[in-house]
């Protein structure tokens, strides 16, 4: 599908494309392809004489296959993106393409930052002024986004720290705040991934000098939020590896209380044990094997020396 936008009075004005004659009459300054055809690609060379790779959306992690510039002039960027969903988040990439002032997005799936970005420009005129306003927005915005799941997930680590700290903390618990702790890291990890990446983009666009003095601030401006994002994910890291380990102290404490109690009935299980053994030899003159109260007082005697030890562990403290 082609979103094609063009600036109207101010403000960005979307428009769908299904046909190619419909894309010869418009100037736009954004082109966005999202999980394009052959045939989509082919109208967008015919129009306006780009080839879009078949691996355009690769991931080739080295950064002069995902930031270069060509000889006619055409500027190349891989980025990738964060989506976060309620059960699971992650990146996709995202390659544009900066061509006579007109900037193509190439993505296989709807990218919330993008959604967010033609909210913006609708609302707000005078928001975008030509082409590379469109690529500074995009990376203004994915920088918001990943400060509003960086608050996201100070939310989810106060919840998680409330039922970690409780005065008891059953096995139940213990693995489902291990298991939303995991959760959390898993995105703190991919957003730390994403700003890695706006950063290298943001600072390759200054680089190619392309950008005018205002554009050129605000991309500073950008790097200054994206700076600030790096230390809370760090802080993040902390907290989260902080909450690992109490955790995981806590399911040990309850299997130790377990392991105790079972050594406790060990040894105290110990002495019936031994005098049932010594009753249980086949001596011939053994006194008790002929006294009228040596059964009784067998099993008596064993129920003491079972009696005896757990009061005295129980006097100690150890079976609490």
């Keep these: 599908m082609l979103n094609v936008f063009s600036l109207v009075n101010g403000r960005l004005y979307q428009e769908e494309i299904d046909r190619p004659e419909a894309l010869a009459r418009v100037q736009p300054v954004w082109v966005d392809l999202e999980a394009p055809?052959?045939?989509?690609?082919?109208?967008i060379q015919g129009r306006f004489g780009i080839a879009i790779p078949e691996d355009v959306v690769g991931d080739d992690l080295e950064e002069s296959a995902r930031f270069?510039?060509?000889d006619n002039g055409e500027l190349h960027i891989r980025s990738?993106?964060?989506?976060?969903?309620?059960?699971?988040?992650?990146n996709v990439r995202a390659a544009f393409i900066l061509h006579n002032n007109v900037l193509f997005s190439i993505h296989n799936e709807d990218v919330p930052v993008f959604r967010l970005l033609r909210l913006r420009a609708r609302r707000m005129p005078g928001l975008?002024?030509?082409?590379?306003?469109?690529?500074?927005?995009?990376?203004?915005?994915?920088?918001?986004y990943s400060a509003d799941s960086l608050e996201g997930i100070y939310d989810a680590l106060e919840e998680v720290s409330r039922r970690v700290l409780q005065e008891e903390l059953n096995?139940?618990?213990?693995?489902?705040?291990?298991?939303?702790?995991a959760r959390e890291e898993d995105l703190n990890g991919r957003i730390r991934r994403n700003v890695m990446d706006t950063r290298r983009a943001v600072s390759f666009l200054m680089r190619s000098r392309l950008l005018n003095a205002e554009q050129f601030e605000e991309a500073r401006q950008i790097l200054r939020d994206i700076?600030?994002?790096?230390?809370?994910?760090?802080?993040?890291?902390d907290k989260i590896n902080f909450l690992m380990d109490a955790t995981v102290g806590f399911i040990n404490i309850n299997q130790n209380k377990i392991i105790r109690i079972f050594?406790?009935?060990?040894?105290?299980?110990?002495?019936?044990?031994?005098i049932a053994s010594i009753y249980g030899m086949n001596f011939a003159r053994m006194p008790e094997l002929q006294w009228e109260w040596g059964y009784p007082f067998s099993i008596g005697l064993m129920?003491?020396?079972?009696?005896?030890?757990?009061?005295?562990?129980?006097r100690k403290g150890w079976l609490r």
């Design 128 to 144: 975008i002024e030509d082409a590379k306003d469109v690529l500074l927005k995009l990376y203004d915005a994915d920088a918001e």
């Design 37 to 43: 055809t052959p045939e989509e690609k082919g109208w």
């Design 68 to 70: 270069y510039e060509e």
């Design 171 to 181: 096995d139940r618990d213990a693995g489902e705040a291990l298991a939303a702790i």
């Design 227 to 237: 700076d600030s994002l790096d230390s809370h994910t760090a802080f993040l890291f």
């Design 80 to 90: 990738d993106f964060l989506i976060e969903d309620d059960d699971t988040s992650r």
């Design 263 to 274: 050594s406790v009935a060990s040894v105290a299980l110990l002495p019936p044990t031994l």
């Design 303 to 314: 129920i003491a020396s079972v009696v005896a030890p757990f009061w005295y562990f129980r």
